[in-house]
């Protein structure tokens, strides 16, 4: 498509808009919606919130590390199972 072309069909849009509006009785510029604003308690109830969030946040990730720091013993009870359960070798079982 051409550029002659696309500049029309822009026209033509506008040109419908334009009827559209003017049937609707809304003018071409929307109106801004007030902003609203927090009051000064809301602001500091929303910061003392997330200061508490944080703050476990923080805690439990230092509980994780401490934990993840800490030597791992090895269980010496499964080891001892697996000896005792084979069988004992003794001299009257090798003279057999």
Same mark, same amino acid.
């Given at each position: 498509?051409?550029?002659?072309?696309?500049?029309?069909?822009?026209?033509?849009?506008?040109?419908?808009?334009?009827?559209?509006?003017?049937?609707? +009785?809304?003018?071409?510029?929307?109106?801004?919606?007030?902003?609203?604003?927090?009051?000064?308690?809301?602001?500091?109830?929303?910061?003392?919130?997330?200061?508490?969030?944080?703050?476990?946040?923080?805690?439990?990730?230092?509980?994780?590390?401490?934990?993840?720091?800490?030597?791992?013993?090895?269980?010496? +009870?499964?080891?001892?199972?697996?000896?005792?359960?084979?069988?004992?070798?003794?001299?009257?079982?090798?003279?057999?």
């Amino acid at each position: 498509m051409n550029a002659a072309a696309r500049q029309r069909i822009a026209a033509a849009q506008r040109k419908r808009w334009a009827e559209y509006k003017k049937a609707q +009785g809304s003018s071409a510029k929307p109106t801004k919606a007030k902003k609203r604003v927090l009051s000064a308690a809301a602001v500091k109830h929303i910061s003392d919130a997330t200061k508490k969030r944080w703050a476990a946040y923080r805690a439990a990730k230092a509980a994780a590390q401490k934990a993840a720091a800490k030597p791992v013993r090895k269980a010496r +009870g499964k080891r001892r199972a697996k000896r005792s359960s084979a069988p004992q070798v003794t001299a009257e079982t090798v003279s057999a």
